[in-house]
């Protein structure tokens, strides 16, 4: 048994289970790239990333980068890795960065791939209707999320789980995946596989994402606003002005409404799709904060509109 000297690379809350991992395993973490420190607030103030803070109060080395090149390849290189290890950092290994450490580097990437290569894959798993998804921790290649597969976990996808939920569950399981395949690596005894299967793409969301169309199934609009959720962040129009829906189920056994119609049925604010309508748990309309959906609903002026756009 021996151990790795490791570079480990993340930014998001995401990332943070691993580095925790890591930090209490057998291995050495020389020193925790991370995106450099962002506006955040309503003040704008300057903010590490997730795993920034987690690495400082771990009083490990940290070196801050957006782009891992130039500067950053040189600080990394002069740390001579045996392995780097990066999960969600938010950005690109190339070369000469990719074959800087003795044993290349390791992705934990949440998806079975080769299904959900990308930036996104535990939003779209979602908002594709999986029933499964899970984690994988793969050698890093120059082709996008594409190295052979160290190993995998499995995980059912609950039938209200948010893309958020279910993000924070994969860490906490991917973390333990990923110290093991490390201490495989270590031990020499770790076998890669080459990825097979159909490849789908994860690419990332934007706003365009979020905005619901209810003329789809009641399964495919309820998919897409967990799949959303909490970022980008599932929104309609009502009246020309943005309401956000935080939370929202299928209504069942209840009579349909037009795609889109809103109505107060029985207490709770429903709007119809191309089946079952939809009822809305919880939105936040445009400068307020998250409420009830049927307490906004019945605030809201007389002689207003009806319709989700």
Do not use: C
Not at 12 to 31: D, F, G, M
Not at 176 to 197: C, F, H, M, N, Y
Not at 258 to 280: F, N
């Amino acid at each position: 048994m021996s151990d790795l000297v490791i570079v480990f690379a993340g930014s998001p809350a995401a990332a943070v289970p691993s580095l925790t991992a890591l930090t209490a395993s057998r291995h050495n973490i020389a020193a925790v790239v991370t995106r450099e420190d962002s506006p955040q607030g309503r003040r704008r103030e300057l903010t590490p990333t997730a795993v920034g803070a987690a690495a400082e109060a771990l009083r490990l080395p940290i070196i801050k980068a957006n782009r891992l090149a130039g500067k950053a390849t040189e600080e990394i290189a002069a740390l001579e890795p045996d392995l780097g290890v990066i999960v969600a950092y938010g950005g690109l290994v190339r070369e000469p960065l990719l074959s800087t450490p003795r044993l290349g580097w390791i992705n934990l990437h949440f998806s079975l791939l080769p299904r959900w290569r990308g930036a996104a894959p535990v939003q779209h798993a979602i908002i594709a209707g999986d029933e499964v998804t899970g984690a994988s921790v793969f050698q890093l290649v120059p082709e996008l999320d594409a190295g052979a597969v160290f190993g995998q976990l499995t995980q059912s996808i609950g039938q209200r789980e948010t893309a958020g939920q279910l993000l924070d569950s994969l860490a906490v399981s991917g973390a333990e995946l990923l110290v093991r395949v490390v201490d495989a690596i270590a031990d020499g005894t770790a076998r890669a596989e080459p990825q097979s299967g159909d490849v789908t793409l994860a690419p990332k969301l934007d706003l365009t994402d979020a905005h619901i169309d209810f003329t789809g199934h009641a399964s495919t609009v309820a998919d897409r606003i967990r799949g959303v959720t909490p970022e980008p962040g599932a929104f309609t129009t009502v009246d020309d002005a943005r309401v956000k829906i935080l939370d929202a189920t299928i209504a069942r056994g209840v009579a349909p409404l037009g795609p889109g119609r809103l109505a107060l049925v029985g207490g709770r604010l429903l709007v119809g799709t191309a089946s079952d309508p939809v009822e809305l748990l919880s939105v936040q309309p445009a400068g307020k904060r998250g409420m009830s959906a049927a307490d906004w609903w019945r605030g809201r002026a007389a002689g207003a509109g009806t319709e989700a756009r």
